[in-house]
């Protein structure tokens, strides 16, 4: 179920820091775990990859891939997730069967959620609601769009600039889970800054 705190791993070469970071963001609460690396080499990613489904699974948590069909396919991963850049969904769809969770980035633009449903998505993504230090162009999506999104029949997911302090905002609005990387990875106390994102679930 797409619901709660969705966390998104931060890129980077060192795979012991990365087990202990997420370790701690399931161990806070977090539902849902996207392993997304554009940096590392194919060999590392398919290990990466490996151990963090391993350890989402093992607590209960889902298991996506960013980018990457293949990958999500060699892991048995729990799905997939695409931007506009990226596999189409419809293929992705073919490709990892109709059980996997197929996400599908929508930017700010509810006639993208659309055609994402219509294409087979299982979630659509929304953002940036904030100001985002990972993705410093990324376009503003309002509040309002998870009102507009309400009746399209699949999890509404906001992501971008999402921190403990306005979070809660953002939950309010409607969003089924908040996708968060930097406010959540950056730093000691993870668990706690995940604990107190998926509080807002509870
Ligand atoms: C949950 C979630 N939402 C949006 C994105 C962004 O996807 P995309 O636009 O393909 O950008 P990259 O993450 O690939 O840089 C996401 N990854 N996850
Ligand atoms: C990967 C990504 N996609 C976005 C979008 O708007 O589609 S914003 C973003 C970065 C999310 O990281 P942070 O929580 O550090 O802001
Ligand atoms: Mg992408």
């Not at 990457?68 to 997939?80: H, K, M, Q, T, Y």
């Not at 599908?104 to 993504?125: F, H, I, M």
């Not at 999104?149 to 600039?161: D, K, T, W």
């Not at 409607?174 to 930097?182: E, L, P, Q, S, Y």
């Amino acid at each position: 179920m797409i619901r709660g705190l969705y966390a998104i791993t931060p890129d980077t070469d060192n795979s012991e820091q990365l087990i202990e970071q997420v370790s701690a963001a399931l161990d806070g609460g977090a539902r849902i775990l996207q392993y997304r690396n554009k940096g590392s080499d194919a060999v590392r990613r398919l290990w990466q990859a490996n151990i963090l489904k391993s350890l989402a699974q093992s607590r209960g948590a889902l298991f996506i891939v960013n980018d990457d069909v293949a990958l999500a396919e060699a892991v048995r991963a729990d799905g997939v997730h695409l931007g506009r850049d990226d596999d189409a969904i419809a293929a992705a769809r073919a490709r990892l069967g109709d059980g996997a969770i197929i996400g599908a980035s929508c930017y700010n633009s509810l006639d993208l959620a659309r055609s994402a449903v219509a294409a087979g998505a299982s979630y659509v993504a929304f953002g940036a609601m904030f100001a985002s230090g990972t993705k410093p162009g990324a376009v503003h999506a309002p509040l309002s769009l998870f009102a507009d999104a309400a009746g399209l029949g699949v999890p509404r997911v906001a992501i971008g600039g999402i921190t403990p302090d306005n979070a809660a905002q953002v939950v309010a609005a409607g969003a089924d889970a908040i996708a968060v990387i930097g406010s959540l990875f950056d730093g000691d106390g993870i668990a706690e800054r995940a604990a107190a994102l998926a509080a807002l679930y509870a």
